[in-house]
Nanobody
Framework: VQLQASGGGLVQAGGSLRLSCAASGNIPSIIKMGWFRQTPGKQRELVAR???????DYKDSVKGRFTISRDNAKDTVYLQMNSLKPEDTAVYYC?????????WGQGTLVTVSS
C-alpha cells in the first residue's frame, strides 16, 4: 500500500484546511485509515480514523471541528479541519492499517498562526 498525502499549509486561527490521502496498491486489505500528527519532541498521536465499515473515531480536542471522510471511488481519505487553532500546528501523517501491517504517507505540515 502506498499513501500520498497533500493539503497542508499555513492558515490563520479560525480558518480551515482539507487534507487528502490517496491510497494505491492492495486497497482491499486496508481495514482502517486515519490521520496522525506530530510536533517536535512529542509522540505521534491519532487525530482521526475511519474503518472500512465507515466507523469514525476522533481525538477529543478535535471533535466537532475535524471531520474524516472517504471517497471509495477515488481510494482517498479526507480530513476536513475547521476552526483551526494554533495548537493544531503539526506535521500530519496519513496512515493505513491492514491486519498485519501499518503504512505511512509522507507528512504534510499544517501551521496555524494566531
Amino acid at each position: 500500500v502506498q499513501l500520498q498525502a497533500s493539503g497542508g499549509g499555513l492558515v490563520q486561527a479560525g480558518g480551515s484546511l482539507r487534507l487528502s490521502c490517496a491510497a494505491s496498491g492492495n486497497i482491499p486489505s486496508i481495514i482502517k485509515m486515519g490521520w496522525f500528527r506530530q510536533t517536535p519532541g512529542k509522540q505521534r498521536e491519532l487525530v482521526a480514523r475511519i474503518t472500512s465499515g465507515g466507523s469514525t473515531d476522533y481525538k477529543d480536542s478535535v471533535k466537532g471541528r475535524f471531520t474524516i471522510s472517504r471517497d471509495n471511488a477515488k481510494d482517498t481519505v479526507y480530513l476536513q479541519m475547521n476552526s483551526l487553532k494554533p495548537e493544531d500546528t503539526a506535521v500530519y501523517y496519513c496512515n493505513a492499517r491492514t491486519r498485519t501491517l501499518n503504512y505511512w504517507g509522507q507528512g504534510t505540515l499544517v501551521t496555524v498562526s494566531s
